[in-house]
């Protein structure tokens, strides 16, 4: 069985997903980018304040079903020009404790978007603790 999550201090679309769903143990977080989630407005011109705001959404929606970025076993992440990457690592070595999640990292298309990152959860234990 599967439950969806709502969060309504995440930043809200007018598209049809849902900010995540949790199926058993998992949680699926959908791809979130780096928005201010009350204005909806870009955070910042880097793929730095991006990436940091990003994954500031993506804990407020795990915080829904009570994890933290700790709990994050894989993220899958989308970059707008493949040159970033080298400063988006940088980054996200600051959001993410070692050890690190599961990655996969791509240039892709994402229009005016530096970043978006979807993640996988797990709930039972923090990273590098089960």
Known sequence: MSKTIHCSKAPQFPLPFSHA???????????????????RELVGDTIEEQTVQCFRNIELILAEEGLTLDHVIKSNVHVSRSSDIPKFNEAYEKVFKAPYPA??????????????VDVVAYA???????
């Open 21 to 39: 769903v949790r199926a058993g143990d998992f949680v699926y977080v959908s791809g979130q980018v780096g928005v201010d989630p009350e204005t």
């Open 103 to 116: 990655r996969t990292t791509v240039e892709s298309g994402i229009g005016k978007y530096l970043i978006e």
């Open 124 to 130: 039972l234990s923090p990273r590098g603790k089960g």
